[in-house]
């Protein structure tokens, strides 16, 4: 079935969930979500300058109420991803997300933190968290002018991954998709390291369709990016995250839009390495939380009810160990 962008804001509730066809997620109290890429931010005391040319939508604190809200008749928990804070940040962002994960008060059960393995003092930081269980990873964000292609394969970046491995944490690969050739090298180089394929790899979401007049062209092409997957997919140590291609919706766009992006994933890496993601609130920028998790619901429709369930909760319980 074909549903307009208007017809998903009219259904975006957890009965319009339910009634997708999805076996797992239903209004029953005990459907439970692993979201495995839960920002916050308060900027009342945070730093984060990227979002000074951030969408205005973005530019205000998203903190756990907002997230509760989010989320609302959804038996959610949520692994914290970190928001690539200002440097000087970093250590405040990580004591306070894993307080939080600590006191399991909150949706927030588990962190991935925000680090630096290319920094000298590394693996300090990294020592300074390894006794609190609920510190399940590090990401560095390399999508940013200040990672250009071929960062990640820096010696001194590969050893800081490697050292990851060796404390028994996970690496998430953020990073632009015509530069995935990377990240494939990277995870062959670090073979004792897991990671996680953020964002479906951010995929341009034009390369799946005919263009329209005075679109600028994708930035690859589906084929590019179907190689690229399907090579890191091929690596033991990495698991796909469905999370992200929300954010990259146009006016109008739907589950259509993101089914080539997901499906090609959930085949790709098959039905025991792949987790959810919810990436609120950056999935504002094309849906609500409700509309995302109603797409990929409306996505998976036709697969296994127990292909489902993994990808929701099952997996991610595994992968990180997790215990809720």
Request: net charge positive; aromatic share 8%.
């Amino acid at each position: 079935m074909h549903l307009t962008r208007r017809q998903f804001l009219q259904h975006a509730s957890v009965v319009a969930v339910a009634t997708t066809g999805c076996a797992t997620v239903p209004t029953a109290p005990d459907a439970l979500i692993i979201d495995t890429h839960q920002h916050l931010w308060d900027l009342a005391s945070q730093k984060l300058p990227w979002l000074g040319d951030a969408p205005a939508v973005l530019r205000k604190s998203y903190r756990t109420e907002e997230y509760r809200a989010a989320t609302a008749g959804l038996n959610v928990r949520a692994i914290y991803m970190e928001v690539d804070v200002a440097e000087a940040g970093l250590v405040a962002e990580a004591e306070f997300v894993l307080g939080l994960a600590t006191a399991g008060q909150t949706p927030t059960r588990a962190a991935v933190i925000g680090g630096r393995p290319d920094a000298p003092g590394f693996a300090d930081y990294v020592k300074r968290f390894s006794a609190n269980p609920r510190f399940k990873g590090v990401r560095r964000v390399l999508h940013s002018p200040a990672t250009p292609a071929g960062y990640c394969l820096k010696p001194e970046f590969v050893r800081g991954v490697r050292l990851l491995g060796e404390a028994g944490r996970t690496f998430d690969l953020c990073m632009r998709a015509p530069e995935l050739k990377d990240a494939v090298k990277l995870t062959e180089t670090c073979p004792g390291t897991r990671f996680v394929l953020d964002h479906c790899g951010n995929p341009d979401l034009k390369c799946f369709r005919a263009s329209r007049p005075g679109e600028e062209k994708p930035r690859h092409t589906a084929d590019q990016w179907k190689r690229s997957i399907d090579a890191l997919a091929k690596r033991p140590n990495v698991i796909g995250k469905i999370s992200g291609i929300a954010a990259s919706l146009t006016p109008g766009g739907g589950a259509e839009d993101l089914a080539p992006a997901v499906n090609h994933c959930l085949d790709a890496f098959g039905p025991d390495r792949v987790v959810f993601g919810g990436d609120w609130p950056v999935c504002l920028l094309g849906a609500t939380y409700q509309q995302w998790v109603t797409m990929l619901c409306q996505i998976i429709a036709s697969r296994p009810a127990e292909q489902q369930r993994k990808l929701w909760s099952a997996n991610a319980l595994r992968h990180y160990g997790l215990k809720v």
